[in-house]
């Protein structure tokens, strides 16, 4: 979503001559890098000793969490434990750059910057991405990037793990340390037993992000005429938020594609989520005092500028997918039980519709 964003722009003299490339050729990704790092805020203060004491817990805790996850939802039994990297924020930075990159098959970033006009928005595109990748180098814990190889392995698929960001939170949230750093663990190595134990999520994300990317060959016209369609009532129900943004802007066919990666984040996260909740009273003593901690930080009221920012690249929208996919997840779940509810992974058809997630027995009646 926030590539698609990115490209809508910064790009719109392209769409005007009909001569929309891949996003990812548009983005010059070693300024993004560069600009990334040079912007990204330092983390908290810590001692030497602090940080290697983090970095060492939060390593056992990703392989600690692996046991329990694959036990609660049935996946990725007898699986390889896949590499999990500690990360500070310019690196988080780089790693999130190169994936990117890589998801968007923007080719390497060796290679060299395009000359003329297209070297020019190339380098718009990557001061743009470097002050995106900047802001989200504070925000993030952790994250699964299901495009980039393991070094151990050569097999795409990295679990990375923030620490700085880590320590920032649990010491404004008071909260236990090692307990929440298993407890961030058991979120974001649920999103690894998801794709280790279903390998076509990764194509199935390609293929919808290369529809999304792709030359949509409209003028602006076109586009114009749409948006004027639909102010006018004359179009198809516009959606509210960033999503009626993404109908305007988007062909019918890239809308499809976007609602098709929205349901697919809203599942990722809300089973999350749940596994979060299923695993935590067991292995992590004060589970209930984190989650009353964190949901309150998730909800509490942000600056002007805050909510601009994170309104533009859908962070609020990020919000609601935990909070809609997680309602989807604990009630198919509490209905079928969790075998049932893994027929989920099956394929592409049976991912749940937009008119699904929160209709959870219209999935149910559909699908199982």
Same mark, same amino acid.
């Given at each position: 979503?926030?590539?698609?964003?990115?490209?809508?722009?910064?790009?719109?003299?392209?769409?005007?001559?009909?001569?929309?490339?891949?996003?990812?050729?548009?983005?010059?990704?070693?300024?993004?890098?560069?600009?990334?790092?040079?912007?990204?805020?330092?983390?908290?203060?810590?001692?030497?000793?602090?940080?290697?004491?983090?970095?060492?817990?939060?390593?056992?805790?990703?392989?600690?969490?692996?046991?329990?996850?694959?036990?609660?939802?049935?996946?990725?039994?007898?699986?390889?434990?896949?590499?999990?990297?500690?990360?500070?924020?310019?690196?988080?930075?780089?790693?999130?750059?190169?994936?990117?990159?890589?998801?968007?098959?923007?080719?390497?970033?060796?290679?060299?910057?395009?000359?003329g006009l297209a070297g020019i928005s190339?380098?718009?595109?990557?001061?743009?991405?470097?002050?995106?990748?900047?802001?989200?180098?504070?925000?993030?814990?952790?994250?699964?990037?299901?495009?980039t190889p393991d070094p151990d392995t050569?097999?795409?698929?990295?679990?990375?793990?923030?620490?700085?960001?880590?320590?920032?939170?649990?010491?404004?949230?008071?909260?236990?340390?090692?307990?929440?750093?298993?407890?961030?663990?058991?979120?974001?190595?649920?999103?690894?037993?998801?794709?280790?134990?279903?390998?076509?999520?990764?194509?199935?994300?390609?293929?919808?992000?290369?529809?999304?990317?792709?030359?949509?060959?409209?003028?602006?016209?076109?586009?114009?005429?749409?948006?004027?369609?639909?102010?006018?009532?004359?179009?198809?129900?516009?959606?509210?938020?960033?999503?009626?943004?993404?109908?305007?802007?988007?062909?019918?066919?890239?809308?499809?594609?976007?609602?098709?990666?929205?349901?697919?984040?809203?599942?990722?996260?809300?089973?999350? %989520?749940? $596994?979060?909740? *299923? +695993? @935590?009273?067991?292995?992590?003593? !004060?589970?209930?005092?984190?989650?009353?901690?964190?949901?309150?930080?998730?909800?509490?009221?942000?600056?002007?500028?805050?909510?601009?920012?994170?309104?533009?690249?859908?962070?609020?929208?990020?919000?609601?997918?935990?909070?809609?996919?997680?309602?989807?997840? %604990?009630? $198919?779940?509490? *209905? +079928? @039980?969790?075998?049932?509810?893994? !027929?989920?992974?099956?394929?592409?058809?049976?991912?749940?519709?937009?008119?699904?997630?929160?209709?959870?027995?219209?999935?149910?009646?559909?699908?199982?």
């Amino acid at each position: 979503m926030t590539s698609n964003d990115l490209s809508r722009t910064d790009l719109t003299r392209d769409i005007a001559d009909g001569d929309v490339e891949s996003i990812g050729a548009k983005i010059d990704w070693s300024l993004a890098a560069a600009t990334g790092r040079r912007l990204s805020r330092p983390g908290p203060k810590t001692t030497a000793y602090t940080l290697d004491v983090a970095r060492t817990e939060l390593a056992d805790a990703a392989t600690r969490a692996e046991g329990p996850v694959r036990e609660v939802t049935g996946l990725a039994d007898g699986l390889r434990v896949p590499t999990t990297r500690l990360l500070d924020r310019e690196e988080w930075v780089d790693a999130a750059a190169q994936s990117m990159q890589s998801m968007l098959g923007a080719g390497s970033a060796d290679e060299p910057t395009p000359s003329g006009l297209a070297g020019i928005s190339a380098k718009a595109g990557g001061l743009q991405a470097g002050a995106l990748l900047a802001f989200l180098s504070g925000a993030i814990l952790g994250q699964y990037d299901p495009f980039t190889p393991d070094p151990d392995t050569g097999e795409p698929g990295v679990l990375m793990v923030v620490v700085p960001n880590i320590i920032s939170v649990e010491r404004s949230l008071r909260v236990v340390p090692s307990d929440f750093r298993l407890w961030v663990c058991l979120h974001e190595v649920t999103h690894r037993v998801q794709f280790s134990a279903n390998p076509w999520l990764r194509q199935y994300m390609v293929d919808n992000l290369e529809i999304l990317t792709s030359d949509a060959g409209e003028s602006t016209s076109e586009i114009m005429a749409r948006i004027t369609s639909t102010v006018r009532g004359n179009g198809q129900p516009r959606e509210k938020g960033i999503l009626g943004a993404m109908q305007l802007l988007q062909t019918p066919e890239q809308y499809e594609a976007f609602n098709r990666m929205m349901m697919l984040g809203t599942l990722l996260e809300g089973h999350a %989520d749940h $596994v979060m909740d *299923a +695993v @935590g009273p067991v292995h992590v003593p !004060t589970v209930a005092a984190i989650r009353q901690a964190f949901d309150k930080r998730r909800t509490a009221p942000r600056n002007p500028v805050q909510r601009i920012i994170r309104a533009l690249i859908g962070m609020d929208a990020k919000l609601a997918q935990y909070i809609r996919g997680k309602a989807f997840v %604990d009630e $198919v779940v509490g *209905a +079928v @039980g969790m075998t049932a509810f893994n !027929t989920i992974w099956t394929s592409p058809v049976t991912m749940p519709r937009p008119n699904e997630i929160d209709e959870p027995r219209a999935w149910m009646q559909r699908v199982l």
